[in-house]
């Protein structure tokens, strides 16, 4: 949803989002490699289910809120990526 | 615990700005940063991309300045409470990598900055409505442009950047609808003549129109709604009324900015007053002439402390710097004081001709009954003022009435929006019904890193 540059720099990383890889450039986030695949929802809200997807992207909307290298509940947004990073969308979950 | 002269938080353009005066002047200085790198939202990643504009020429200028002030520096660093000490001083808890610690300073400068006002419209939850700013972000780190077709709504120079951005990386918005209410242009004439003194700013924004007029892009004036529509869990389409008749787009990603207003949680959970800025239509703290909140020793620089640009808040966290040194030290900073104040007077002088030009639409400050409020918990401008009609005097009645504000957010995403609401029912000032009580940790805190945390 997201694309990347056309002149893509040759310093890429790669993370996964749910077993899918992604190229990424270093000082980009774990939410916006959900949004390079165009994964949306990324979560689904624990009071109705309904989904959701990153809004802000500065760490003041906390829709971002993904599970990363095995922690839940993280600010994707504010989490930089790391070569090998795992990331998994929080659909279905209840409770934050 | 470690002891420090001063604490500043937050490392955009005004805390970076405060850290080089202040250790310059021999204080023992520690900056705590969200982001991974210096440089706030404004000059976000400036040392990982390439320098383009006289903005990026002097926002990696004063990021260079930063890492050379020997100011402790602490990136990707959460601040989730400061204390005022009975005996001075405040106690700040921060935590980076899941794990926190405890700092100690005898001052503290809040360089929080801002955050873009929250755009309560029928289908903002909907994934692929996202913040310009956030799609800003994303350009920045990453190079990115949204997928086609774009549409942007909103009002302020920040849309008509971003458009001009996108052009230049080769992207391309499908629509810009602006929402900037009729009548500004009258609402503002009284503040031109004091604008000219900051006419760069104003000169500055007729150039991105101009560039996006040159691209074609078509540009809808005088939209008065917008709304979201989606289909299966995403954005589908965007709705707008344009001089009474709706009309609808195909959208796959929908950018949304009303202007930005003060992130005010850290300042009001330390209990510094607030107070509601009828102008700008948002809570902002108290300051005296010397940029100090209420509570002693705790001074704000930056947009945090209201909205006045990067230009404004470099120059206001100098000032804090230096202040703070002299408060601490010998050391007479009275004529440094003096210069920076009267530099600031033209970056200032066209804030009024800006905010009564790019005043906050109605619809968005008291939007209507089943739009929702409060992302977090689902709570719709009706739920609040069912609230109200059951009794509720301010944000607090009605957050232990609805759960209203007590998600994830905190209330960052509705606190303007459940202030106006209320008082708009109760036919009170903003002012009168108060803000939500803010109270720590101010960020989600695992009770394993709260516990791991040494008394």
């Known amino acids: 949803?997201?694309?990347?540059?056309?002149?893509?720099?040759?310093?890429?990383?790669?993370?996964?989002?749910?077993?899918?890889?992604?190229?990424?450039?270093?000082?980009?986030?774990?939410?916006?490699?959900?949004?390079?695949?165009?994964?949306?929802?990324?979560?689904?809200?624990?009071v109705s289910g309904?989904?959701?997807?990153?809004?802000?992207?500065?760490?003041?909307?906390?829709?971002?809120?993904?599970?990363?290298?095995?922690?839940?509940?993280?600010?994707?947004?504010?989490?930089?990526?790391?070569?090998?990073?795992?990331?998994?969308?929080?659909?279905?979950?209840?409770?934050? | 615990v470690t002891d420090h002269d001063l604490?500043?938080?937050?490392?955009?353009p005004a805390g970076m700005a405060a850290a080089v005066a202040a250790a310059g002047n021999g204080l023992d200085t520690v900056v705590l940063d969200e982001q991974a790198l210096p440089g706030g939202q404004v000059h976000r990643g400036i040392e990982q991309r390439s320098v383009l504009s006289d903005d990026d020429r002097d926002g990696a200028a004063l990021v260079a300045a930063f890492r050379a002030s020997g100011a402790t520096y602490h990136p990707m660093t959460s601040v989730w409470?400061?204390?005022?000490?009975?005996?001075?001083?405040?106690?700040?808890?921060?935590?980076?990598?899941?794990?926190?610690?405890?700092?100690?300073?005898?001052?503290?400068?809040?360089?929080?900055?801002?955050q873009e006002r929250p755009v309560p419209i029928p289908g903002w939850t909907l994934p692929g409505v996202l913040t310009v700013g956030a799609a800003q972000i994303l350009l920045k780190t990453g190079g990115r442009l949204p997928e086609t077709p774009v549409i942007i709504a909103g009002q302020g120079p920040l849309p008509l950047l971003y458009a001009t951005q996108m052009l230049k990386a080769g992207g391309r918005p499908a629509l810009v609808l602006d929402t900037t209410p009729r009548g500004g242009v009258r609402r503002a004439a009284p503040h031109a003549l004091a604008?000219?003194?900051?006419?760069?700013?104003?000169?500055?924004?007729?150039?991105?129109?101009?560039?996006?007029?040159?691209?074609?892009?078509?540009?809808?004036?005088?939209?008065?709604?917008?709304?979201?529509?989606?289909?299966?869990?995403?954005?589908?389409?965007?709705?707008?009324?344009?001089?009474?008749?709706?009309?609808?787009?195909?959208?796959t990603v929908l950018l949304l900015h009303e202007g930005v207003i003060p992130q005010t949680h850290l300042t009001m959970s330390v209990g510094a007053t607030h107070d509601w800025d009828k102008q700008q239509q948002c809570w902002r703290p108290r300051l005296d002439e010397r940029g100090e909140t209420t509570v002693p020793g705790l001074a704000v620089a930056g947009d945090g402390g209201g909205i006045g640009g990067w230009h404004v808040a470099e120059l206001q966290g100098r000032m804090a710097g230096l202040r703070a040194a002299s408060a601490l030290t010998a050391v007479n900073n009275a004529d440094a004081i003096n210069a920076i104040r009267l530099a600031l007077r033209p970056w200032l002088a066209v804030r009024p001709l800006l905010d009564a030009l790019y005043q906050p639409r109605a619809a968005i400050m008291t939007p209507a009954d089943d739009v929702v409020v409060c992302r977090c918990e689902e709570k719709t401008a009706g739920d609040i003022l069912r609230a109200v009609a059951?009794?509720?005097?301010?944000?607090?009645?009605?957050?232990?009435?609805?759960?209203?504000?007590?998600?994830?957010?905190?209330?960052?995403?509705?606190?303007?929006?459940?202030?106006?609401?209320?008082?708009?029912?109760?036919?009170?000032?903003?002012?009168?019904?108060?803000?939500?009580?803010?109270?720590?940790?101010?960020?989600?805190?695992?009770?394993?890193?709260?516990?791991?945390?040494?008394?």
């Open chain 1, 1 to 46: 949803m997201f694309l990347p540059p056309s002149d893509t720099s040759p310093a890429t990383l790669t993370v996964h989002v749910d077993g899918h890889p992604v190229r990424v450039r270093p000082g980009e986030s774990a939410a916006a490699a959900v949004l390079a695949l165009g994964l949306i929802p990324s979560r689904s809200s624990p």
């Open chain 1, 50 to 96: 309904v989904g959701r997807a990153p809004y802000c992207m500065m760490g003041v909307c906390f829709e971002c809120l993904l599970t990363i290298n095995g922690i839940p509940d993280q600010r994707g947004c504010m989490v930089p990526v790391a070569d090998g990073m795992v990331i998994s969308r929080q659909l279905d979950r209840t409770g934050t």
């Open chain 2, 7 to 12: 604490a500043i938080i937050g490392a955009g």
């Open chain 2, 81 to 114: 409470q400061v204390q005022a000490l009975p005996d001075g001083g405040f106690a700040v808890m921060a935590s980076t990598g899941g794990v926190s610690r405890k700092l100690r300073a005898r001052r503290l400068i809040v360089a929080t900055g801002a």
């Open chain 2, 195 to 251: 604008a000219l003194l900051g006419w760069r700013q104003v000169v500055t924004g007729l150039g991105f129109m101009r560039e996006i007029r040159r691209a074609s892009v078509p540009v809808m004036r005088g939209v008065d709604a917008v709304e979201a529509v989606g289909d299966g869990g995403r954005l589908t389409s965007v709705r707008w009324r344009h001089k009474g008749t709706w009309h609808e787009a195909d959208a």
């Open chain 2, 390 to 455: 059951a009794g509720a005097l301010g944000p607090n009645q009605v957050k232990s009435f609805t759960r209203c504000g007590m998600g994830s957010c905190q209330g960052r995403q509705c606190l303007t929006t459940l202030t106006t609401l209320v008082a708009e029912a109760r036919g009170v000032e903003p002012q009168e019904v108060g803000h939500l009580h803010i109270r720590p940790p101010l960020k989600p805190l695992t009770l394993g890193e709260l516990a791991a945390l040494s008394p």
